[in-house]
């Protein structure tokens, strides 16, 4: 995820952001154009309520709020959600930020970072850091992605494994060697479950 894209749902999400809101015409008329590039689907646990941030190729950011008019936004956005690159996450990732974390470092299942691998396509996920825990093999897979280029390595200790996706001029030797860690880096880990639905 790019930290202007985080920037603008955390502006959305506080109540400090201009962004366009848009309707299911509107909508229609950037995927008549083709110029949609990602949708992210923010879900607010916490208010129950869904909001899509949409991002074109432009760097233009639009919003389709949780309910427009008598219309569910869901409802709207269904026909979309495999035609373009479609991200979910909650609002605890934003608030992540609010704390003043970035890279934020996601915490991934099993398989999504299996899927990933085997399509060779560790680069192709909303996050550039993640990590999972490998329940056969007792490690923790860490993935990074810096400047496009995608570095996995492994890890026996999570503390080790955060600490290195965060911090992209550190090397493994370079943390084992070094036991120290910074005291807040689990604050910075996001939870990424896939919602249903």
């Not at 848009?22 to 909001?51: A, C, H, P």
């Not at 470092?105 to 899927?115: F, G, P, Q, R």
């Amino acid at each position: 995820m790019e930290k202007r894209e985080i920037e603008v749902m955390w502006n959305y999400y506080y109540g400090m952001s201009k962004l366009p809101s848009i309707g299911k015409e509107e909508l229609e008329i950037l995927d008549s154009k083709n110029i949609i590039r990602r949708i992210y689907e923010v879900i607010d646990n916490e208010y129950n309520e869904t909001w899509y941030l949409i991002r074109d190729k432009n760097e233009r950011s639009y919003v389709l709020k949780s309910k427009i008019r008598n219309t569910y936004t869901k409802d709207i956005i269904k026909k979309y959600i495999s035609k373009y690159n479609f991200y979910q996450l909650t609002t605890d990732c934003i608030k992540i930020y609010d704390k003043g974390f970035f890279p934020i470092v996601a915490k991934v299942s099993e398989e999504i970072l299996n899927n990933l691998e085997e399509n060779k396509n560790l680069n192709n996920f909303i996050f550039n850091n993640y990590y999972c825990y490998c329940k056969l093999d007792d490690v923790f897979k860490a993935v990074r992605i810096y400047r496009n280029k995608a570095e996995l390595e492994v890890f026996t200790n999570e503390d080790d494994a955060i600490y290195w996706c965060f911090d992209f001029s550190i090397t493994k030797e370079d943390i084992l060697k070094n036991n120290i860690r910074p005291l807040n880096q689990k604050e910075r880990v996001y939870e990424y479950k896939l919602e249903k639905g």
